[in-house]
């Protein structure tokens, strides 16, 4: 099957070909049609299969049968800066022979450039949540005219990060409008949430849900915490890494390993969070354009982010979410290429190991190396005393975010281990009796 058995308008097949696509991808194959014909879809694909074009194409030609207003048609949400702004990037590339206008938004840089390119009309709107209910918020976007609503990556779209958020921004939307979600994993009880979404939605699985891309070479090493760095190091140095996305579970871990890089006379760039949304540009460039062959992240790369001949990604740190393996190996490996993932494991996190080969559906191979684990006993539970200031600070936090409550008056009040606020009597025993010095002859 190619593009031409796919019923896409002609600017569009041009575009197509420019591109040097020839065959779509099972996913485009099964999905554009079901669009086209104004269904609500749930599509499900392993990562690096195309379901950015799967979307995109058949949304231009949609928006192209009839003029807009000025604003937004179509919607589309991710939970990332930087798969917006390649979302962007893919639209704009298929639909420059067409009328329709895109225009992407998202915190981080400034508001009055997004502002004033909103003013000059809008027919695409790509966006991430925050930005979106802020400039809603502001009276400066309506989504009244909404006909597609696209939710890219969207069980991470769905689940306690960002549903709070979709549900603030859904009911702004028209009643009758198209609604699209596609992923590459999608747990059961973010299944049932998305289902609220769809109106008779046209599932498609094209491949099983939460699998690998059978190109990535999978591999593991058991290796002590303290030697992960020395072993990185070592694979880093091997000429076959091209180049390599290592993932970290912590910001703060991602610039300590950047700094033993940096020891050892490996040039790296760091992405996460806390960096600026131009710094963290300005790392993602550097590292697409071969000016530096490391790039460290947490998983806010590891959501629908393009990178072209990626040779390797290390799992400094295994995700605490299973499905988080899929989406970050998924860097590798994408349109048919080979791929390699390595991942590293200590005994603090045997626990997540299971959890992601029980996901997949087999045990990833073990490597050996010259820093083989030999504690065999997990770490205790982190205790406040014995932390640094900084990861103190951040423990602090957690448990501070989790202790606070609101009064019945909308009074936020602070809620201590024992589940009860300071000063509150312990449960079963009488609220003590405060007494008053009374002084004789007071006539009381």
Known sequence: MTFQNLPLIPQLQTRIRACGYQEPTPIQAAVIPRILEGRDVLGCARTGT???????????????????????????????RELAQQNYDNTV???????SRCVVVYGGVSQTKQEETLQGGCDILIACPGRLLD?????????????????????????????????RIVPHLPPKHQTLLFSATMPPDVEKLAMDLLHDPC?????????????????LYYVDKPNKKHLLAEILSDPDVENALVFSRTRHGCD???????????????????????????????????DCRVMVATDIAARGLDIEGLSH?????????????????????????????????????????????????????????RWPMENKTPSPAPQL??????????LSEGRQQKARAVTSQGRPVTVGRNGRSPGSPR???PRPVQRVNRKKGSGM
Do not use: W
């Open 93 to 99: 590339l298929f639909g420059r022979d067409l009328h």
């Open 256 to 290: 300590r390993i950047v700094r033993d890089l940096k020891r050892n006379g490996l040039d790296a760039v760091a992405i996460h969070g806390d960096k600026t949304q131009g710094a963290r540009q300005n790392a993602l460039n550097r590292f697409k354009s071969g």
């Open 385 to 394: 005393r014995n932390l640094p200031v900084r990861e103190k600070a951040v």
């Open 135 to 167: 400039l809603m918020h502001q009276n400066v976007i309506t989504l009244s005219r909404v006909e597609i609503l696209i939710l890219d990556e969207a069980d991470r779209m769905l689940d306690m990060g960002f549903i709070h958020d979709i549900r």
């Open 50 to 80: 195309g379901k950015t074009a799967a979307f995109a194409l058949p949304i231009l030609q949609m928006l192209e049968r009839s003029s807009g207003s000025g604003e937004p048609r179509a919607l589309i949400l991710t939970p990332t």
């Open 313 to 369: 990604v290390i799992n400094y740190d295994l995700p605490n979410e299973p499905e988080a393996y899929v989406h970050r190996i998924g860097r590798t490996g994408r349109a048919g290429r080979p791929g390699n993932a390595i991942s590293f494991c200590c005994i603090d996190e045997v626990k997540q190991l299971n959890q992601v080969e029980k996901l997949i559906g087999f045990r990833l191979p073990e490597q050996q190396s």
């Open 427 to 429: 449960p079963g025993m």
């Open 203 to 219: 599932r498609i699985a094209v491949d099983p849900v939460s699998s690998t891309v059978p190109e990535i070479r999978q591999s």
